[in-house]
T-cell receptor, first 113, second 114 residues
Framework: GAVVSQHPSWVICKSGTSVKIECRSL??????MFWYRQFPKQSLMLMAT?????????EQGVEKDKFLINHASLTLSTLTVTSAHPEDSSFYIC?????????FGPGTRLTVT | GENVEQHPSTLSVQEGDSAVIKCTYS??????FPWYKQELGKRPQLIID?????GEKKDQRIAVTLNKTAKHFSLHITETQPEDSAVYFC?????????????FGTGTLLAVQP
């Protein structure tokens, strides 16, 4: 099956700093990737759709200036959490679609102190 | 937009029993319904999916049924085993749409007691 990787798997940062999370499709090209956020014991909340070569499409209520998404190539999308605060601490998961099925990355655990 | 509701939120069964999880969706345009299993701290894994032109699909101990008229679909796990314990999410999407984005249900924590 298709493989999606994420880096880093976990990160701790101080409040006010920015953190970049990478999502890569390893064995297929992905013009579209998705970013989700998951709080403990809760569902996956779609944050945005990342489109290669164009601007991301953000879901209602997601601050695009805080969660910067760049899809610079057909195998890489990045999510940058800017000026992170403790409430941004969460599990961030990306996904990509080789055909119609979504494959998920392993997730990134972000802790903001 | 699409809204997906999922019940129950928690489900405890004895090993060997069956488990049923139900979801309803609001957007009649949705026509692809996957189910994901997520173990603690890990990524969601697709376990079965169904498209709207099919009423039922089965894969060994797992089956999914779809009622388009009522806009609900269900996951059935038979002969449950302790390794089936996990959180299960249903999702819906308008298949063939420009983005194929998934809208997830709220999840069901399944505990299979040995």
């Amino acid at each position: 099956g298709a493989v999606v990787s994420q880096h880093p798997s976990w990160v701790i940062c101080k409040s006010g700093t920015s953190v970049k999370i990478e999502c890569r499709s390893l064995d297929f090209q992905a013009t579209t990737m998705f970013w989700y956020r998951q709080f403990p014991k809760q569902s996956l909340m779609l944050m945005a759709t990342s489109n290669e070569g164009s601007k991301a499409t953000y879901e209602q209520g997601v601050e695009k200036d805080k969660f910067l998404i760049n899809h610079a190539s057909l195998t890489l999308s990045t999510l940058t959490v800017t000026s992170a605060h403790p409430e941004d601490s969460s599990f961030y998961i990306c996904s990509a679609i080789p055909s119609y099925e979504q494959y998920f990355g392993p997730g990134t655990r972000l802790t903001v102190t | 937009g699409e809204n997906v509701e999922q019940h129950p939120s928690t489900l405890s069964v004895q090993e060997g029993d069956s488990a049923v999880i139900k979801c309803t969706y609001s957007d009649s345009a949705s026509n692809y319904f996957p189910w994901y299993k997520q173990e603690l701290g890990k990524r969601p894994q697709l376990i079965i999916d169904i498209r709207s032109n099919v009423g039922e699909k089965k894969d060994q101990r797992i089956a999914v049924t779809l009622n388009k008229t009522a806009k609900h679909f269900s996951l059935h796990i038979t002969e449950t085993q302790p390794e089936d314990s996990a959180v299960y999410f249903c999702a819906a999407t308008p298949y063939g749409g420009a983005t194929n984005k998934l809208i997830f249900g709220t999840g069901t924590l399944l505990a299979v007691q040995p």
